[in-house]
């Protein structure tokens, strides 16, 4: 089993739709998490941190964190064209001394007009 | 503003050429790492460094090494570098427990 797990897609959701994206992990005992965008070619950005259980939201970006099923979701509400980018979650557990991030493979999203 | 900056963005470089690649941050973060990049395999964790002269390997360490003189700075070396080596190279720092931040990215291209 991957430690943190995405689904690859391409995700292809309508402007104006809301985009889901979900994340699974492994380590029970993480603490901190984070989505990442990325656009081609380019290094990744920080959309989203979130550290205890329930909801977060910034915008028109909501994480969700379930600590007790090990799920962290990022949905995107209004969905534009610009969207349009690869989704990275990203893990804060105990691997490293704690010191390093784990990396899923990311979900590409497609926002189509 | 945090920053983490690369040396270059593009690189063309020869078989067997020794590289590196210089990475600097000015937030003085105690947690610097260098990633590369390939379609369909994500992010791979190459080194990372929690303090000054201190190094620990992660998950693709070999043909690689690193050094870390000062704590700003993070530099990878490719000793010998082979075509394998073709890839995005990506630079971040973090504090612990905190927000990781990225450079730019280095896009190496070995001939």
Same mark, same amino acid.
């Given at each position: 089993q991957k430690e943190v797990e995405q689904n690859s897609g391409p995700l292809s959701v309508p402007e104006g739709a809301i985009a889901s994206l979900n994340c699974t992990y492994s380590d029970r005992v993480s603490q901190s998490f984070f989505w990442y965008r990325q656009?081609?070619?380019?290094?990744?950005?920080?959309?989203?941190?979130?550290?205890s259980n329930g909801d977060k939201e910034d915008g028109r970006f909501t994480a969700q964190l379930n600590k007790a099923s090990q799920y962290v979701s990022?949905?995107?509400?209004?969905?534009?064209?610009?969207?349009?980018?690869?989704?990275?979650?990203?893990?804060?557990?105990?691997?490293?001394?704690?010191?390093?991030?784990?990396?899923?493979?990311?979900?590409?999203?497609k926002v189509e007009l | 503003d945090v920053k983490v900056t690369q040396s270059s963005r593009y690189l063309v470089k020869r078989t067997g050429e020794k590289v590196f690649l210089e990475c600097v941050q000015d937030m003085d973060h105690e947690n610097m790492f260098w990633y590369r990049q390939d379609p369909g395999l994500g992010l791979r964790l190459i080194y990372f460094s929690y303090?000054? %002269?201190?190094?620990?390997?992660?998950? &693709?360490? !070999?043909?690689? +090494?690193?050094?870390?003189? %000062?704590?700003?700075?993070?530099?990878? &070396?490719? !000793?010998?570098? +082979?075509?394998?080596?073709?890839?995005?190279?990506?630079?971040?720092?973090r504090s612990y427990g905190e927000t990781q931040y990225f450079g730019p990215g280095t896009r190496l291209l070995v001939l």
């Open positions: 656009y081609s070619g380019k290094s990744p950005e920080l959309i989203m941190s979130i550290y990022l949905l995107i509400r209004d969905s534009q064209p610009s969207d349009s980018a690869t989704y990275l979650c990203a893990v804060n557990g105990v691997t490293g001394g704690g010191n390093k991030l784990t990396f899923g493979t990311g979900t590409q999203l | 303090d000054v %002269k201190m190094k620990e390997k992660g998950d &693709i360490p !070999e043909g690689y +090494s690193v050094s870390r003189e %000062k704590k700003e700075r993070f530099s990878l &070396i490719l !000793e010998s570098a +082979s075509t394998n080596q073709t890839s995005m190279y990506l630079c971040a720092s």
